[in-house]
């Protein structure tokens, strides 16, 4: 039996024993609690208010830090969306996920039948499943398919290429295609092979209104929701309703058709996204409240990987990365670490920090928690319910922390191990280090100076992945 065969049955078993229920304040929790994870794509570290952002405005997420906890340390799965969000759903680094990087639709790029995701984890706990927005890990009817691991039901972008254009011809629901009013045209120019030429549903507003939607028809049983908005993902547009808020404020350079949809003003369309969604988290935030499920709901914020630099956004104009060093596709600190925002009145004290250092892979185990449910063994997440009802000293930590991303060139790793942060650019290459502690922005190599640190990193480098044989590990060429 594979390993994935393996957790996968071990993993179920485990599902089906209801732990204790959770005691909060000394009482007993009446329903198990409702999970909602809201996944922004390509958002930096510093594109919030809460983290340092001056010239976009989200006060319905800084709203949401002020009434809960704020991660200084989260990381994302990886540095670009495929291989961070099958971290997300199945606990697992991308030393041992099966996707590792983003490639065009196959088996690198699709769940294999076996695997043990977030959601069939929290289904087998009585949880009403659901995926709104972007998926990214298989097309219909594959292995890798949303309604094929557990999830009950999707609306949404089964293609992360497709999810390019805000106004598609159709989306999915479950394994059938849902047209829209929208009218594209196919164009070899594009990433995404198409370009909206009739722009009617922008497909945002159909995410908030489908996870809305969801809430209200699941109220009265526990739900987990996986909002995987699109937005600030170029192609930068929005509608002009949004745009006005930014028109003019900016100094603009027009980005021409390419890749992605031209635009006169790529500044103030990214801005806008970002507002567009903080506008729609809160009207979610809202409808928690009018239902009278506030309490009961664990919600989280957080972005697949940091700030991007395509359809003419500037990141550093907007102070995206924060303090950080890198983009997306860096492994250096501004490409993998993300903001993370945990609201749940009476449960988590609000206004609170947090500085525990934790990551995608982490959310699988804590959502198992705090269903009553198992996860699966040999997993690399570590649940961070502790911290988040604010018992640091029942919280474990992490020894290692891993990261590959397999770029053009070569195959990179990253290492975080307590304040130390190591990157490597090709398996062939030397290490670099750094201390965070006095050195977030990783400006300082001082490997030289710390031999046994970068021994103990190499001797963890040699255990710290599993060999697949669809991404092996590339060295730099010249």
Known sequence: MNRR?????????????????????????????????????????????????????????????????????????????????????????????????????????????????????????????????????????????????????????????????????????????????????????????????????????????????????????????????????????VPADSMEQYKGKFPEQPYPDSHYRGQKTPLAAYAAMVSRMDRDIGKLLALLKQLGLDEDTLVMFSSDNGPHKEGGNDPDFFGSNGPLKGYKRDLYEGGIRVPMIARWPGKIKAGSVSNHIAAFWDFLPTATEIAGAKSPPNIDGISFLPTLLGNRNKQRKHDFMYWEFHGSRASEQAVRMGDYKAVRHSPAGPIELYNLKNDIGEENDIADKNPEVVAKIEKYLKRARTVLDLWPLKRATE
Request: with cysteine.
């Open 5 to 237: 065969n393996f957790l996968k049955t071990v993993g179920l078993a485990a599902g089906s024993i209801m732990m204790p229920q959770l005691v909060f304040g000394g009482q007993k929790s009446a329903r198990k609690p409702n999970i909602i994870f809201i996944l922004a794509d390509d958002l930096g570290y510093g594109d919030l208010g809460c983290y340092g952002q001056t010239k976009i405005q989200t006060p319905n997420l800084d709203k949401m830090a002020a009434e809960g906890m704020r991660f200084t340390d989260f990381y994302a799965g990886s540095t670009v969306c495929a291989p961070s969000r099958n971290s997300l759903m199945t606990g697992e680094h991308t030393g041992h996920t099966h996707i590792r990087g983003n490639r065009r639709a196959g088996p690198a790029t699709r769940l294999p039948p076996g695997t043990v995701t977030v959601a069939e984890l929290l289904k087998k706990a009585g949880y009403r499943t659901a995926c709104v927005g972007k998926w990214g890990l298989g097309e219909a009817r594959s292995s890798g398919a949303p309604n094929k691991q557990g999830f009950d039901y999707f609306y949404g972008y089964l293609n992360q290429l497709r999810a390019h254009n805000y106004y598609p011809s159709y989306l999915w629901r479950n394994n059938s295609r849902v047209h829209l009013d929208n009218e594209v045209e196919r164009s070899s120019s594009t990433y995404n092979g198409e370009t909206a030429t009739k722009r009617v549903q922008y497909s945002h507003d159909l995410f908030s209104e489908e996870a809305m939607d969801f809430v209200k028809r699941n109220r009265q049983k526990p739900f987990f929701l996986y909002l995987a908005y699109t937005i600030p993902h170029a192609s930068l547009e």
